[in-house]
């Protein structure tokens, strides 16, 4: 039995699709080679793995928007630098206090990370419709072009009110949210392309590792980053980013 | 089956009163963790979502609670957030527990076997989605209980192209499996 049939065999056996002649032999030859019932057994189980999270990955879209909306309810960041008010002492000690505050807020704001954001935050161009095409689509597609972000999020959430799961449109709703200092509602469009299959995964954690570095959370930017795939054209830019940080 | 299943139930049904229930009682637990482990409310944020799909996967999957959700909730937030801050390798990987949980890994013993293997899963799935487009729609389509005649109009093949095309992407499959880095390790799951 070459590779190809041994492969073909396991299915057909698995699929209950050979004869009750054909069955009994490959039973008897399992019994008699012991390597062949272990590939089988693991033939079953990569089988029995992928068909349980296919299903899964069907069924779970719901779930998570119900998680989306609790975590924002129950998980409030609270970035802003607290402000502690100095008590009176003597000069040299207050120009201390406020160049240590100054390195603080220095520190907290991170303006060198605003550029590392600007530098890569480098969007793709929509192509969504056929040219000339008219539709939310297209009136999204052409805002988001000329970087009219407010007129294109309207237009791409008129879209998806239609076609809920148009992932591409999630993206570029999500790129708007992000440009517009919506990083909330950003986050929660990525999240979703996070927790999709390929590629949208990659494309969903590169963006969540954007919308965090733009807050300065700089461990989430890292642990983001991390997670794309080496195939991904998100990875070079990642490596690279992910050194800088 | 430990009470504490019915957490299980309710959020593989997406029943929001339960998953709401989840987050008032457990929420600030799972944030005092990660704050105190050198994480933010972001990251917690994270971490429990995460947990959560996860725990959701497995209940589709049988998931059987034999101890309280809560030592087992706590700990699938832990190990999320020690892989995070493993994979950051910015930070030390040891994990401060939270009063009251120290003994959370002796009570989920019953439960663990399950969670291994999900990790199995995982990691087959991982490997799967490096597999060419075609290949992942072939077998997706193949896997998921439709005969072949349906996935072959499906892909627009014939009937016997489909069923070769499936077999020689499964060995394709397997094989990447075994050439896989994780394989060695997946042995000792």
Same mark, same amino acid.
């Given at each position: 039995?070459?590779?190809?049939?041994?492969?073909?065999?396991?299915?057909?056996?698995?699929?209950?699709?050979?004869?009750?002649?054909? %069955? $009994?032999?490959?039973?008897? #030859?399992?019994?008699?080679?012991?390597?062949?019932?272990? &590939?089988? *057994? !693991?033939?079953?189980?990569?089988?029995?793995?992928?068909?349980?999270?296919?299903?899964?990955?069907?069924?779970?879209?719901?779930?998570?928007?119900?998680?989306?909306?609790?975590?924002?309810?129950?998980?409030?960041?609270?970035?802003?630098?607290?402000?502690?008010?100095?008590?009176?002492?003597?000069?040299?000690?207050?120009?201390?206090?406020?160049?240590?505050?100054?390195?603080?807020?220095?520190?907290?704001?991170?303006?060198?990370?605003?550029?590392?954001?600007?530098?890569?935050?480098?969007?793709? %161009? $929509?192509?969504?419709?056929? #040219?000339?095409?008219?539709?939310?689509?297209?009136?999204? &597609?052409? *805002? !988001?072009?000329?970087?009219?972000?407010?007129?294109?999020?309207?237009?791409?959430?008129?879209?998806?009110?239609?076609?809920?799961?148009?992932?591409?449109?999630?993206?570029?709703?999500?790129?708007?949210?992000?440009?517009?200092?919506?990083?909330?509602?950003?986050?929660?469009?990525?999240?979703?392309?996070?927790?999709?299959?390929?590629?949208?995964?990659?494309?969903?954690?590169?963006?969540?590792?954007?919308?965090?570095?733009?807050?300065?959370?700089?461990?989430?930017?890292?642990?983001?980053?991390?997670?794309?795939?080496?195939?991904?054209?998100?990875?070079?830019?990642?490596?690279?980013?992910?050194?800088?940080? | 089956?430990?009470?504490?299943?019915?957490?299980?139930?309710?959020?593989?049904?997406?029943?929001?009163?339960?998953?709401?229930?989840?987050?008032?009682?457990?929420?600030?637990?799972?944030?005092?963790?990660?704050?105190?482990?050198?994480?933010?409310?972001?990251?917690?944020?994270?971490?429990?979502?995460?947990?959560?799909?996860?725990?959701?996967?497995?209940?589709?999957?049988?998931?059987?609670?034999?101890?309280?959700?809560?030592?087992?909730?706590?700990?699938?937030?832990?190990?999320?957030?020690?892989?995070?801050?493993?994979?950051?390798?910015?930070?030390?990987?040891?994990?401060?527990?939270?009063?009251?949980?120290?003994?959370?890994?002796?009570?989920?013993?019953?439960?663990?076997?399950?969670?291994?293997?999900?990790?199995?899963?995982?990691?087959?799935?991982?490997?799967?989605?490096?597999?060419?487009?075609?290949?992942?729609?072939?077998?997706?389509?193949?896997?998921?209980?439709?005969?072949?005649?349906?996935?072959?109009?499906?892909?627009?093949?014939?009937?016997?192209?489909?069923?070769?095309?499936?077999?020689?992407?499964?060995?394709?499959?397997?094989?990447?499996?075994?050439?896989?880095?994780?394989?060695?390790?997946?042995?000792?799951?």
């Amino acid at each position: 039995m070459t590779v190809k049939e041994k492969y073909a065999m396991f299915e057909d056996y698995l699929n209950d699709e050979l004869t009750d002649v054909q %069955r $009994a032999n490959f039973e008897r #030859r399992l019994e008699q080679d012991s390597v062949l019932l272990e &590939e089988l *057994a !693991f033939y079953r189980e990569t089988r029995d793995a992928i068909s349980a999270r296919i299903k899964w990955e069907a069924s779970k879209k719901p779930f998570i928007q119900t998680l989306e909306g609790l975590s924002k309810a129950y998980f409030k960041s609270d970035q802003r630098a607290r402000l502690v008010s100095l008590p009176r002492r003597s000069l040299i000690l207050q120009v201390m206090g406020a160049a240590a505050i100054l390195l603080l807020i220095v520190l907290v704001w991170q303006p060198w990370q605003k550029d590392l954001y600007t530098r890569y935050a480098q969007h793709p %161009r $929509a192509d969504l419709t056929e #040219r000339d095409a008219s539709s939310n689509l297209s009136t999204g &597609e052409r *805002a !988001f072009n000329n970087n009219e972000y407010a007129s294109a999020l309207d237009a791409f959430t008129q879209h998806l009110t239609d076609e809920p799961g148009d992932a591409d449109v999630l993206l570029f709703q999500g790129i708007c949210y992000l440009e517009l200092d919506k990083e909330d509602n950003a986050k929660q469009n990525f999240r979703q392309l996070f927790n999709s299959a390929q590629p949208y995964k990659d494309t969903g954690a590169w963006y969540l590792g954007l919308t965090f570095l733009k807050q300065n959370t700089i461990d989430s930017t890292a642990y983001y980053l991390s997670q794309i795939r080496e195939s991904s054209e998100y990875y070079q830019n990642a490596q690279t980013l992910l050194k800088k940080l | 089956m430990h009470q504490d299943q019915r957490y299980i139930e309710g959020l593989l049904n997406n029943d929001h009163v339960i998953i709401k229930e989840i987050y008032t009682t457990f929420s600030d637990k799972i944030k005092g963790l990660v704050l105190k482990n050198n994480g933010n409310v972001d990251d917690a944020r994270d971490v429990f979502q995460e947990a959560l799909i996860a725990i959701h996967r497995n209940a589709q999957s049988g998931l059987v609670l034999q101890c309280p959700f809560d030592a087992y909730f706590y700990v699938v937030c832990k190990r999320k957030w020690l892989n995070m801050l493993k994979k950051n390798r910015r930070q030390e990987v040891t994990i401060h527990e939270l009063e009251g949980y120290e003994g959370a890994e002796v009570q989920i013993e019953g439960t663990q076997m399950h969670h291994l293997q999900t990790e199995r899963e995982d990691f087959f799935w991982q490997v799967f989605q490096d597999l060419g487009d075609k290949c992942q729609k072939l077998l997706r389509l193949g896997w998921s209980g439709l005969s072949m005649q349906d996935v072959a109009v499906k892909m627009g093949m014939t009937y016997g192209y489909a069923r070769r095309r499936k077999t020689l992407c499964a060995q394709q499959l397997i094989e990447m499996v075994k050439k896989s880095p994780g394989f060695s390790q997946l042995k000792e799951l």
